[in-house]
């Protein structure tokens, strides 16, 4: 039985049976191998575009694993969103509830081009993150980096992002401090 993919590309069954049986294991168990399998498993299927939008309809914890499967496809340049991809990522960041799905989408546009019509809301939700000593580290550190990313287009935000940044040098521990400590000596490269 063949099913249909994104933009109409057909699938055996098996394709699916086996990415569904994949991702429900790393659900659970959240384990590297299943994820690095479900990996292969989509680059050898160019299953990506389908991730992204399952993505969006999955259960809270499938959403983190498939945010997971995204993240490292990025890093490791197997894949990178498309712009109606990359708009649907961000769209959905603010609203995420599962801190695994949240911080890996943040982490994908380390790597990842930013769609110009997508950046004063990921300015705005990096900002937010960063801010929020609630959040996890991971998430206010890679948002550093992404925030980094976007503002070297738009100097007259330099100012402002910096103020923020020497305030949290002031205040934060570990690798928050590092981390913005690095982007500052960046930014001084830049101005």
Known sequence: MEMSGHNGRKYSSTVWDDLEELLAASDERRGRANIDASLQLCE???LFSELVDRMSKAPLRRRGTIAWILARAAQQKKWMPLE????????RLPDEEDIM???????????????????????DICIAFIRD?????????????????????????????RAMMEELSEHEKGSIRIRVRKALELMEGLI
């Open 44 to 46: 050898t299927f160019n």
């Open 84 to 91: 109606k991809e990359a708009e649907k990522l961000i769209d």
């Open 101 to 123: 799905a949240k911080r890996c989408t943040i982490d994908i546009f380390q790597y990842s081009p930013i769609p110009e019509s997508r950046e004063a809301l990921m300015t």
């Open 133 to 161: 000593p609630k959040e996890p580290i991971a998430i206010r550190a890679f948002s550093i980096t992404v925030l980094f990313r976007i503002i070297q287009n738009y100097p007259e935000l330099y100012q402002e992002v």
